[in-house]
């Protein structure tokens, strides 16, 4: 089993900044694509923003130069960094790893967290 375990959410102030993080546990050979996705009440699951094992990165264009997303391979972890936090940014964000769990496998199997909640009021 492969599990992702996402912390860091909470309420925050608009303008206030928060750092979302999402370990990834188990049986693990090698992880190609992180990211992080949110959805908000009533509405799709959304991309926030990726990252490849080679550092690649993809942004939404409603966070780009706010939000920032790195990893950790030695750690199978990947980060969010917000800033400049705004309250259509609440959501519940959810962590989702493409993951090789043996040496052998030939298919990456999607894993996703269980979501952390960002509110984002004054």
């Known amino acids: 089993q492969v599990q992702l375990v996402e912390s860091g959410g909470g309420l925050v102030q608009p303008g206030g900044s928060l750092r979302l993080s999402c370990a990834a546990s188990?049986?693990?050979?090698?992880?190609?694509?992180m990211g992080w996705y949110r959805q908000a009440p009533g509405k799709q699951r959304e991309l926030v923003s990726t990252?490849?094992?080679?550092?690649?990165?993809v942004y939404a264009d409603s966070v780009k130069g706010r939000f920032t997303i790195s990893r950790d391979n030695a750690k199978n972890t990947v980060y969010l960094q917000m800033n400049s936090l705004k309250p259509e940014d609440t959501a519940d964000y959810y962590c989702?790893?493409?993951?090789?769990?043996?040496?052998?496998?030939?298919?990456?199997?999607?894993?996703w967290g269980q979501g952390t909640l960002v509110t984002v009021s004054s």
């Open positions: 990252i490849n094992s080679g550092g690649r990165t």
């Open positions: 188990g049986s693990i050979f090698s992880i190609n694509v």
């Open positions: 989702n790893a493409d993951v090789k769990r043996y040496s052998w496998s030939t298919r990456y199997l999607a894993v």
